[in-house]
């Protein structure tokens, strides 16, 4: 059955420091996306970075880069320089693409990352 | 940022009475999910809607009704609400479905429901 583990509830980091998230997924599907979501206290969900089952490379956006290990089925994020504003929630999900015509998210539990000074 | 609200934001009821949570969208995305948010689970999918008048059940979906008139709102109803029910409601829009970040979710503001 498809399921998205983050077995990290909560993390501190150093500022200036880099910090990686771990993710694990399962599934049986040859096609998936999967994204990192930030949510801050505010409470909304943030769109940080997207990998595809199918993509060669890491995907990277900005300090944001997502360490793909296709064969281990992990996804980790990985935040460098890390700043206080990335004090928040982060979610780990995954959207098969073709098992499933529905387009959903399946979502991790979340980890808490605290950025200190 | 993509158009969507949500309402009521914050809503406290008691046990039994019917709720009804909005999302309206500006984006005239064809798919529209709901999803509930509780500590320790993530986001969980209730129901979605691939179309006017098209939705179906997501893996939470006992107690919770949907329906969608206009491409634009996408309702979702406690006909009784219990305790459990007690949760951040989000709703989500996607232009199409497919592979790539092209069809990424945007997510609404969300709804903070309390059940008494």
């Known amino acids: 059955a498809q399921k998205i583990t983050q077995t990290q509830p909560g993390m501190f980091v150093q500022e200036k420091e880099a910090v990686t998230l771990d993710c694990t997924y399962d599934t049986s599907d040859p096609s998936y996306g999967l994204f990192w979501y930030k949510q801050p206290s505010s409470g909304e969900m943030i769109f940080l970075i997207y990998q595809g089952s199918y993509d060669q490379q890491n995907a990277t956006e900005g300090r944001y880069s997502l360490n793909f290990q296709k064969a281990r089925k992990s996804a980790n994020l990985v935040i460098s320089a890390s700043q206080l504003g990335d004090s928040a929630m982060y979610f780990c999900a995954m959207r098969e693409e073709v098992a499933s015509n529905t387009g959903k998210l399946i979502f991790g539990q979340g980890t808490t990352l605290q950025v200190k000074p | 940022d993509a158009g969507i609200t949500q309402s009521p934001r914050h809503k406290v009821t008691e046990t039994g009475t019917p709720v009804t949570l909005r999302c309206h969208q500006t984006?005239?995305?064809?798919?529209m999910y709901w999803y509930r948010q509780d500590p320790g689970h993530g986001l969980r999918l209730i129901h979605y809607s691939y179309g006017v008048k098209d939705t179906d059940k997501g893996e939470v979906s006992d107690g919770y009704s949907v329906s969608r008139s206009k491409t634009e709102d996408f309702l979702l109803t406690l006909e009784s609400a219990t305790s459990s029910q007690t949760s951040v409601y989000f709703c989500?829009?996607?232009?199409?479905?497919?592979?790539?970040?092209?069809?990424?979710?945007?997510f609404g503001p969300g709804t903070r429901l309390t059940v008494t």
């Open positions: 989500a829009i996607s232009e199409s479905i497919g592979k790539g970040r092209d069809y990424e979710q945007y």
């Open positions: 984006e005239n995305h064809r798919y």
